[in-house]
């Protein structure tokens, strides 16, 4: 089964740059959307096909895929993005699957 | 703009079988170009996919799932149903809903609240 995998945390001073990266197999050569998720909320889309910003999220937000990384990268951290955020890809053998999961904490 | 809810048992137990209902408001589920997939989430996890389905297809299920989940759409109630066989504790879950447009590559921009599902005697 394909398997995608975060760093379970990254902490950061508000005002910063956060950096979630999300790795797997030649996962350059798919299709990656990021989700972020309060506590006790269900996902919220943020990006999709590695690059596109989802409806009415702000452009602090942005994406990028290349070889065996992609990278959700938020620009001038907020209090209110302290969230939990996944990756998610389609593989053709797992159907959809999403990343472990990284825990953001401002 | 679509809305989704998840209804059914909060409590189920074990080795009986999870029915859950995603209901359908503001669209309809037999538009095309749309996939509804099922997710969900143990108590303090991450998000596993179940599997997903789309009008006029046939349904895909997460391997590890395959041999005990049904997906299916109720057109007549605007739902789309989750069916789970022979539940043990760790089943024990939030279930989400969702949908994506097929021609995004399998991106859910719409998402039920989510129910949480325990497996107990």
């Known amino acids: ?106 | 703009q679509v809305q989704l809810q998840e209804s059914g048992p909060g409590l189920v137990k074990p080795s009986q079988t999870l029915s859950l209902a995603c209901n359908v408001s503001g669209g309809s589920v037999r538009s095309g170009g749309y996939y509804w997939g099922w997710i969900r989430q143990p108590p303090g996890k991450g998000l596993e996919s179940i599997g997903y389905t789309y009008y006029g297809g046939n349904p895909f299920y997460n391997p590890s799932l395959k041999s005990r989940t049904s997906i299916s759409f109720d057109t007549s109630k605007n739902q789309v149903s989750l069916s789970l066989t022979s539940v043990t504790a760790a089943d024990t879950a939030v279930y989400f809903c969702a949908r994506g447009p097929t021609n995004l590559g399998f991106y859910f921009d719409d998402w039920g609240q989510g129910a949480l599902v325990t497996v107990s005697s």
């Not at chain 1, 945390?9 to 998720?37: D, E, F, L, M």
């Not at chain 1, 596109?52 to 895929?65: H, K, L, T, V, Y």
């Not at chain 1, 209110?80 to 999403?98: I, L, P, R, T």
């Open chain 1, 1 to 106: 089964s394909y398997v995608l995998t975060q760093a379970p945390s990254v902490s950061v001073a508000p005002g910063q740059t956060a950096r979630i990266t999300c790795g797997g197999n030649n996962i350059g050569s798919k299709s990656v959307h990021w989700y972020q998720q309060r506590p006790g909320q269900a996902p919220v889309p943020v990006v999709y096909e590695n690059s596109d910003r989802a409806s009415g999220i702000p452009e602090r937000f942005s994406g990028s895929n290349s070889g065996t990384t992609a990278t959700l990268t938020i620009r001038r951290v907020e209090a209110g993005d302290e969230a939990d955020y996944y990756c998610q890809v389609w593989d053709s053998s797992s159907g959809y699957v999403f990343g472990t999961g990284t825990m953001v904490t401002v």
